[in-house]
């Protein structure tokens, strides 16, 4: 894979989904349907993935693409691939609270190497360069011309007062019971891969998922924390959380700080 094209590509394209999605959300109403699974589809969540999945193919076309808009893509057994999920928190977007998401990841033998992470209504930019570290983007977000570059740094946690992020949408007693067995010196909600994210900057030291997830809900967000330093496990025995499962279905996981001392669910 050339790394350099795939930054340039994966920039451009989650901007060009993200005007789109920004000019549905902008719209004085939009249709909302149920999938086949009941979870919410919109426009917003069809342009974007046909605007993603055009570009990918045309840039990497012998390389296996997976998105979640696209039930066909879901059949296959993969180890090395693209995933997209072109409009991540399709709740937040129709409940117009701005913690929707555009994501991109590539997976290499299981393990997501690269992503981004877009949140246009935030206008917050996160992603791996060519060289697989972590940064934020600051400034107009030209397709063009790059802003400023900032390096991602997670935390170096204080285990007897810990940042925790949860999920805004898909809280539970589960999660509350879980998060209740550290010391916690602040607990926040955020939607979607944001929550990744956050804890890649340092403004959280801890992000469990004790809930259904697939993976290009993950992957984006998965390899912008790895960049910055970060880990993902599974729940159940703390093992690297990884790619390319049967249906794309994930177990329950943990985001974390690698300073961050866990406990057992």
């Known amino acids: 894979m050339d790394f350099e094209k795939l930054n340039t590509v994966m920039r451009e394209l989650a901007l060009l989904a993200g005007d789109k999605i920004m000019k549905i959300y902008a719209a004085d109403d939009f249709d909302v349907r149920a999938k086949s699974d009941e979870s919410p589809v919109t426009a917003a ?36 691939f ?37 949140a246009p209504a935030k206008e917050r930019l996160f992603y791996t360069d060519a060289g697989g570290v972590s940064v934020e983007e600051t400034g107009v977000f030209a397709k063009e011309t790059v802003g400023k570059i900032a390096p ?32 916690v010196q602040d607990m926040k909600s955020a939607g979607s891969s944001l929550k990744f994210c956050l804890v890649a900057t340092g403004e959280a030291d801890l992000y469990p998922r004790l809930g259904r997830t697939m993976e290009w809900d993950t992957a984006a967000g998965h390899a912008v924390l790895t960049g910055a330093g970060g880990q993902v496990v599974r729940f159940d025995d703390h093992t690297p959380l990884t790619y390319g499962k049967p249906i794309f279905e994930n177990p329950f996981f943990i985001a974390l700080s690698p300073g961050v001392t866990l406990e057992q669910g």
């Open 45 to 80: 969540d069809e342009a974007a993935d046909a605007i993603i999945s055009a570009g990918l193919r045309a840039a990497f076309p012998d390389v296996p693409l997976v998105t979640e808009e696209q039930s066909e893509s879901h059949g296959q057994s993969v180890s090395t």
């Open 82 to 118: 693209l995933i997209v999920d072109p409009l991540d928190g399709t709740k937040e977007f129709i409940k117009r609270r701005g913690d929707f998401t555009v994501n991109i990841a590539y997976v290499v033998d299981g393990v997501p190497v690269r992503g981004i992470v877009y």
């Open 152 to 183: 991602l740094q997670v935390s170096k946690p204080d285990n007897s007062a810990l940042l925790i992020v949860a999920s805004k949408s898909h809280r539970d007693q589960a999660t509350d019971d879980y998060i209740n067995k550290y010391n």
